[in-house]
């Protein structure tokens, strides 16, 4: 996974904690879902869906 070992993924998870917060986590992950829909939502031409 891009060579990036637990450790490693352990630590960024614990300064995304420390910067963000435990409370804003969730509204951070479900912007990120959202932004990520979204994209492949344009790349498909997908219109129809678009509210």
Do not use: C, H, W, Y
């Not at 992950?29 to 031409?45: M, P, T, W, Y």
């Amino acid at each position: 996974m891009f060579g990036i070992g637990t450790q490693e993924l352990l630590i960024v998870l614990m300064l995304v904690m420390i910067v963000f917060g435990a409370g804003k986590l969730p509204q951070i992950g479900s912007s990120l879902g959202q932004g990520i829909r979204n994209f492949k939502q344009g790349i498909r031409g997908d219109e129809e869906n678009t509210a």
